[in-house]
Nanobody, 126 residues
Framework: QVQLGESGGGLVQAGASLRLSCAAS????????MGWFRQAPGKEREFVAA????????YLADSVKGRLTISRDNAKNTLYLQMNSLKPEDTAVYYC???????????????????WGQGTQVTVSS
């Protein structure tokens, strides 16, 4: 049973930084592409960032490029999202997810991900 657990969220002021972590268990973490999604109140879930199984390739949504960085530590079965220069519009619940199927190209559609964490709240005040 694959389990994903996010941590690191919180309440910060605009311009601050946070690092989210996602601990994975129950599967071969290093063989799967991973992603971060977020959902703000009253809005649909949106793609934020993804990283391939080896960590060599990443893809970020245009809205977060230059401010957010995705990385992974396969030895620790952990996915990260470094968030800098946070804005109020970054306020959302952030979810990590495992892309279905081993390896392959990075996908941005949520329907391509088969396991999800419970989410961690990020709130950015102005």
């Amino acid at each position: 049973q694959v389990q994903l657990g996010e941590s690191g969220g919180g309440l910060v002021q605009a311009g601050a930084s946070l690092r989210l972590s996602c601990a994975a268990s129950g599967g071969t973490f290093s063989m799967y592409n991973m992603g971060w999604f977020r959902q703000a109140p009253g809005k649909e879930r949106e793609f934020v960032a993804a990283i391939n199984w080896s960590g060599i390739s990443t893809y970020l949504a245009d809205s977060v490029k230059g401010r957010l960085t995705i990385s992974r530590d396969n030895a620790k079965n952990t996915l990260y999202l470094q968030m800098n220069s946070l804005k109020p519009e970054d306020t959302a619940v952030y979810y990590c997810a495992r892309q279905g199927g081993r390896g392959g190209v990075i996908e941005t559609g949520g329907d391509k991900y088969d396991y999800w964490g419970q989410g961690t709240q990020v709130t950015v005040s102005s």
